[in-house]
């Protein structure tokens, strides 16, 4: 089986080459991400390979598959990135990793919380320079306090699990109770509950059509004053703008991103010397209680091993028209 393997970066492209070779598949790397003006490179293969800031939507497809490609295989979990309707009526087949290593976003999550809290990235650069001042830099016991997840499957849970080691009272919401997270003492209550009693908020859920900017200027007004706010699941799940707002009026207290809605032009690459024409994305990055990590939750050896290890099998169960539980359509 002939792979393009598009949005190639060196930590991502090494797990693969080593997986492989137990595979023996043909992998052509291209550093670009797939979308419009690089759907042609994916003539002649069988299958793409893409991550969460490829953009597969119908035109892409329309190439794709004019070009030959029958299986699009997405190296993550979240699917929100490709038009499944047009794939389906394309006859492609769209498989994905549904868990690689929930705990590699899990604890992620909870070093957003825990260096927003303690101020830790201003401590290291105070530090840096010799500045041993305290002000400024009182945290807050996280032992005792009220944490709010929203989405109790596998990332939810293994952050649930963490939370729980720090002593906190655990709220969740979603639509499926999951019992993992139920023998975790965890209350489920509805939305505006949760907002009302959560001094810590975790999204956990998928970004669908029905959730997009769940968290808003409407959502904010309903938390506590000061709430830290955490995403680590999909940009479009907040609106970045309300935030701001709710920043500035003091009732988001912390907010940590590893993603952003407009990261698609930002994400994995570096531009460090260019201008970035995001308002929105320089007003976040500089106030001093909000942290931005690159979408690199997921960014562990082990995490990165298992991603190689089910794209690369999942892809094997299709080239041998063997059922996949890891399709998507
Ligand atoms: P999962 O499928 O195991 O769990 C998702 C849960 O969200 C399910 O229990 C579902 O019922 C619930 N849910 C769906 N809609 C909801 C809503 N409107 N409100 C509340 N709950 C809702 O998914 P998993 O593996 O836990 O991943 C969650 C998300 O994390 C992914 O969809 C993805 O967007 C994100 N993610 C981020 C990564 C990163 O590196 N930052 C890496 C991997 C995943």
């Not at 003492?185 to 956990?204: C, K, Q, W």
Request: glycine share 8%; aromatic share 8%; with cysteine.
């Amino acid at each position: 089986m002939k792979i393009a393997f598009f949005s190639s970066q060196p930590y991502m492209r090494q797990p693969f080459a080593e997986q492989n070779a137990g595979y023996g598949f043909d992998i052509t790397w291209f550093d670009v991400r797939l979308e419009a003006q690089t759907a042609a490179l994916g003539r002649g293969f069988d299958a793409v390979c893409v991550f969460v800031n490829d953009k597969v939507d119908a035109e892409v497809i329309r190439v794709l598959a004019a070009g030959g490609v029958r299986f699009i295989a997405l190296r993550c979990a979240g699917y929100n990135n490709v038009d499944l309707d047009a794939a389906r009526a394309a006859g492609m087949t769209v498989v994905r990793v549904p868990a690689y290593s929930p705990e590699a976003v899990a604890e992620h999550t909870v070093g957003l919380m825990l260096t927003l809290n303690r101020h830790i990235h201003k401590a290291y650069q105070r530090t840096r320079d010799a500045n041993f001042s305290l002000n400024g830099l009182v945290g807050f016991n996280m032992h005792g306090k009220t944490a709010g997840v929203i989405g109790t499957g596998k990332i939810g849970v293994a952050t649930l699990r963490i939370l729980r080691g720090l002593g906190m009272e655990l709220l969740a919401h979603d639509p499926h109770e999951n019992p993992e997270a139920l023998a975790l003492g965890t209350r489920y209550v509805p939305l505006a509950e949760l907002f009302a009693r959560a001094d810590v908020i975790s999204l956990h859920c998928p970004l669908f059509r029905e959730n997009h900017h769940l968290l808003n200027r409407d959502s904010f007004a309903r938390m506590k004053d000061g709430v830290m706010i955490i995403n680590t699941s999909r940009g479009g799940l907040l609106n970045a703008d309300d935030a701001i707002e709710a920043i500035n009026s003091g009732r988001i207290g912390a907010l940590g991103l590893d993603v952003y809605e407009e990261e698609e032009n930002l994400f994995f690459t570096d531009k460090s010397s260019e201008i970035i024409r995001d308002n929105t994305f320089h007003l976040l990055s500089a106030y001093p209680n909000v942290i931005m990590t690159g979408h690199q939750a997921f960014l562990t050896r082990e995490a990165l091993a298992a991603i190689a290890h089910t794209t690369l099998d999942n892809l094997l169960r299709l080239s041998r028209r063997q059922p996949c539980d890891n399709q998507i359509n």
